[in-house]
Each structure stands twice: as C-alpha cells, then as structure tokens.
C-alpha cells in the first residue's frame, strides 16, 4: 500500500491581532467593589493581564473572551455587557461571511477543524452548496472514523483524461490508449485569486505550499516566479491567446491552462505543440449554457475542462445561476454523452469552506481550484479595499514567503482532514468515487419541492396570513 | 487650508447613523491615512486608555461620537464616555499638552447628523491644532513644522 498522505502542519501565529466576535462593555462606575469579583472569577483569566493592541485599537479581553457570558450574569450591578464586535460584523460580505473567514484565520492559525461548539442552531439550509446535505449514515463505523480511522481513506485524484479502453500490440501497450494524467494527491488545487494586496512574495508562498503539499498552484504566466524560487512542476501557468501565440511559458509545467474564447482551439494547438509533455486545461467561464460549451471543448479533445464562477459561487452573468448546479449540469452532460472519464472537470469560485470540496465533488466535479481562501488565511479580511486602490488593512504585501507558505499548508491541512472526516462519514473510501455521488446526498430545494410543491407557490408581492 | 494635515484617532459608537463598512471606506479614501476610524460596539467601552494610546501612537487628536443623551442603548454609555473623556482631559491637561486633543462630540436627538458630517468637523476642528510633540516626526511624512522638533 502507498504511504499515507498526511500534511502535517505546526501552529503559526497571526501577524494582526485577529477580530473576534465578541465587544465586551465592562464599566467600573457604581462598582460595589464585592469582596469577590465576577472579573476575578474568570476561568480565563481574561481580566487579569488586560493589554491593547494601540494600531488596530483590540483589546485583549475581547479576542480571549470564550462567551460564557458568567461575569455577565453574575455582576450583582450589571457592569458587564457583551455584544458583537462592529468590526467583526462588518467583515466579508453575505458570502463570506464573518464566521467562514474567522474559521478560516483559525485554521490557517492551528491547522486544526474548527469546533463550532455544542449544538448548532442553524439555519439548517441556505443558497448554494448550503442547500446540500450528505448523507453522514456510516459515521457510527468505527474503522473508517475519518482521520484517526485504520482503514486508509484516499483522497487522490487523477488529472486529464483516461480511455475507456487500452490497446495492446501483441504484449505492448499502445501508447496513444495509455491514460495521460497527473496525480494530485488531494482534490484541492490552488489558484491565485481575481485580486487581493499580495505581491510577488506572497505568490512565491503560495508556490512553496502547493509544492510542499503536492499541489498545484495556477497564476497568470506573467507572474510566474523564477526557478530557483519555486518549483515549475507544481505551477500552472494562465496563458492568453496572444501569450500562446507569442510562445510563453517554459517546458517543465507539466499543467497548462488556456482561456476559452471563439478561438481556443487555435491556443490550444499552439500550446500542445509547444509543451508537448503538458497537459492543457481549458477554463470555461459559468454562464448561460456553459455545459454545451464543456461538452463541445470535451469532444475537440481538450482532457482537462475547468469551470470558472465568480467569488461568490454564481455565474459571472447572471446571479440566480449557481455553481452547484453548474457543476451538476455540465457533469451529467458529459456523462450522458458517454465521455466522463476523458475529461476532468475542475470547478472553481465560491468555495469557502472545506465542506465546499466535498459538496463540489459530490455534484460532479473532480478537483476544485480555492482562491480566495488561500488569501484569508493570510489575515485578508475581505474588506475589498484593495480593489478601491486603499492600503490594506493587514499589509499582505509585506508578508515573508516562509509565513505565507506555512499559513497556506495550515490551512489545507485543516480541509483535508475535514474532507477525511465527511468522506469517513458517507463511507466513502476515494475521493474519485465521490465524484457525482448525489445519491448520498439531498438537496434542499428537490426534497422542498418533492413534499411542499403541490400545495401551490406564493406569489410575489403577497404573504401567508 | 487643508483639513488633512493632522491625524485623527475617530472613535464612534456603532449606532451612529451612517457609519457602515460602506461609509467608514469612503471617509478613509476621502481623508487618506490622516484619519483612522474605530467603530465601538457602544461608546460606553471606551476607556481614557485608548485616547491616550491614539495619542501616543499615532495620532494629534483623538475624538469620540455618541448617540444622543438619553438615547444609549445600553442607557449610560455615553455618559460614562463623557467622564472618561474628561479624565483623559485632564491627564494630558497635566502633562501639558492641549485638552483640545482629546474630546467628545454627541449627536443631537432632533437633528441627527452622520458619521461623514461629524468626520468633517472633526477634522477641521483639529487642523487648528499644532503638531502633536509626543510623535516622533516618521521618515516620509512631510511636515515641515514637525520636523523641526517641538518639545514641550
């Protein structure tokens, strides 16, 4: 049996002093001065060794405050309020939410699965990926308990294209029916993201992760670091059609990809005569149709067909067009045209959360590329102030490759092991079989309309009385 | 004259109007790194302490917003806030700097201004002002008042 996949990953310290979620308000006027007083009585300790942070103005009972709301309850004069954090509160947006990246800051932090505590109160179904549930039915068997299992789970997947047959000569395999892949050992690429405060360095971190975990990372072939910093081999560099034509790029990459246009055929001859050991993928952008256009690159022979959405999982188009069902759409066309198995399906955009891979995965889609995440494990706060050409907030751009690099690993660390978990789970033992699994998961909206449906909608503009 | 000249540390309770992630932005682009904005969960949180760390850090002048008297949520804040602002008055009062540093601003109940209007006559309030003697004149800042070197 190979060697186990592990990534191992070691504690690395924030920078900036992280924004939580809690804003105590502890006011000593009207004190009783009690003999024993709720603020000594903390089991954290949070009161006794009180500090500010005078730059970003946080305070240090804030960010150690665990929300047991005792010194709250129990202040015989009510000093001691709690409420949320405004600047916690205004991080990210209605996508990222603030408690998808303050989880995402921690596990970069720890490299460890946030706990979100006892119970979960909901809400139980959301848009997007939000709306699935897996099936978690073999959770109760113990040999396959996720990441402290003894039955080894695999989370590699293949890249590019496998026949559906191979052709001997004689004893020799015929060369043109081998499979053409590339293994990555999980189903998790990297990507540089639309935009963000990073410089040169930080991609260089980024480069050094997706080697170190085994990888990839894509960036556009005008940022491609220099060899000696980071290795060609876990690169994918993004080559326009003009780049294509003027000859750009190197020979070592051994994954390229191209954009989709009228013309991508053009772009794409060009690049397999110039990098004939390289695999070319084809990014197709999630509009309307996109699997028409997936199933036709499909049939011109491009093996790698990755599926790009916005930041926040929806079509670049048109907002009501989700990424779960592009994904799924573009899936089963290929599956009903009977060529699944030639291309690999990348998907990309909107994946937040490590239950985002699995989701992604299960609707059809082989690997998915995370871009923005890999940004907030840098501290990014998703603030866009970068895009207002304002300075950021946690000074990206000064990060060291080395502390970037470790973040990174952290961070996917922490969604391999969460993907283990919900693979252990379903009682699912390679990440390839996760590939179009619906049937170990439900979907909100079908099993609403299953039970509901017939009962008449609501029209807009009216309400239930 | 220009309103951007001195630095301004601008605590705010958050239910002030108007002072959303949205408007908080367009007041940094506005008045660049001379203001730097602090939204409170209430007012009532602030402590002299970090009036005085803003001074000390970073900035010539540093002012508090609140609601209304008599309209905090959490029914005093501001009126604690003002005695803290006080006792942070007399403080640098005592070590000499001016009290116009350090202040408070409250909203009125009838006529609710928003945070931008508040920014705007905040920071003309403290253009007034002469360089902050207890900043270090940083490399790149230029100033020619302050390079010279005030001491107390």
């Known amino acids: ?465 | 004259m220009d309103i951007r000249k001195r630095s301004l540390a601008l605590f705010y309770c958050q239910n002030v109007p108007q002072s959303g992630i949205k408007q908080r932005q367009a007041l940094e682009k506005l008045y660049g790194p001379s203001i730097k904005l602090f939204p409170l969960p209430c007012s009532g949180r602030l402590e002299p302490l970090h009036l005085l760390r803003a001074l000390e850090e970073f900035a010539d002048a540093a002012y508090v917003v609140t609601c209304p008297e008599g309209a905090c949520r959490y029914f005093e804040g501001n009126l604690r806030a003002r005695k803290r602002v006080e006792l942070a008055r007399k403080i640098i009062a005592s070590i000499g700097l001016e009290e116009d540093r350090v202040g408070i601003v409250m909203n009125e109940k009838e006529r609710q201004k928003s945070l931008a209007d508040f920014a705007k006559e905040l920071m003309s309030r403290v253009s007034g002002l002469r360089p902050s003697p207890v900043l270090r004149p940083r490399t790149g800042f230029e100033d020619p008042e302050r390079k010279q070197g005030d001491k107390l």
């Open chain 1, 1 to 465: 049996m190979p060697r186990k996949y592990v990534i191992h990953t070691k504690e690395v310290p924030n920078r900036f002093k992280a924004i939580s979620r809690s804003g105590v308000i502890a006011w000593e006027e009207g004190c009783l001065k009690c003999a024993v007083c709720v603020k000594t009585q903390c089991v954290y300790h949070v009161y006794e060794h009180r500090s500010l942070d005078p730059r970003q103005m946080i305070d240090s009972i804030d960010n150690e405050c665990m929300n047991c709301l005792r010194c709250v309850q129990s202040c015989p004069k009510q000093l001691i309020h709690k409420a949320i954090n405004p600047e916690y509160k205004s991080l990210g947006d209605d996508y990222w939410t603030p408690d998808i990246i303050s989880k995402l800051w921690y596990q970069a932090e720890t490299g460890k699965i946030p706990v979100s505590g006892a119970g979960y109160p909901g809400p139980f179904s959301g848009p997007n990926f939000d709306s699935m549930w897996t099936d978690m039915s073999e959770i109760v068997r113990p040999t396959r308990d996720g990441i402290h299992g003894r039955e080894y789970i695999s989370t590699a997947v293949d890249l590019g294209t496998k026949k559906d047959h191979l052709d001997f000569k004689g004893m020799e395999l015929v060369e043109e029916s081998a499979p053409a892949v590339v293994a990555a050992p999980l189903p998790i690429l990297l990507r540089v993201p639309a935009f963000g405060a990073f410089e040169q360095e930080t991609i260089k971190g980024w480069a050094r992760a997706a080697s170190r975990l085994g990888t990839f990372l894509a960036l556009p072939a005008e940022m491609n670091p220099e060899e000696a910093e980071a290795p060609q081999s876990c690169l994918i560099p993004i080559v326009s059609l003009p780049q294509a034509q003027s000859g750009q790029g190197n020979g070592h990459s051994l994954l390229v990809e191209i954009l989709w246009s009228e013309h991508w055929r053009k772009a794409f001859e060009r690049m397999s005569k110039s990098h004939p050991g390289a695999l070319i993928c084809v990014r197709v952008p999630f509009l309307k149709g996109a699997e028409e256009r997936v199933l036709s690159v499909a049939k011109n022979g491009a093996s790698i067909i990755h599926l790009e959405a916005d930041f926040h999982g929806r079509s670049q188009q048109d907002e009501t067009l989700l990424v779960r069902d592009g994904i799924r759409s573009a899936h089963l066309a290929l599956v009903q045209e009977g060529i699944r198995d030639e291309v690999t399906l990348l998907a990309s955009g909107g994946i937040a959360m490590a239950e985002h891979v699995a989701k992604a995965i299960i609707c059809g889609a082989d690997a998915v590329f995370i871009d923005f995440p890999i940004l907030i494990a840098l501290e990014c706060r998703m603030c866009l102030r970068c895009k207002e050409g304002l300075s950021c907030p946690v000074e990206i751009n000064t990060a060291p490759a080395s502390w970037v690099a470790s973040r990174v690993v952290n961070l996917v660390g922490a969604f391999h092991n969460q993907l283990l978990e919900v693979m252990g789970a379903m009682g699912i033992r390679d990440a390839r079989r996760l590939r179009g699994e619906v049937g170990r998961s439900m979907f909100f909206d079908e099993l609403d309309e299953a039970a509901f449906g017939q009962m008449g909608y609501l029209k807009e503009g009216y309400e239930l009385e």
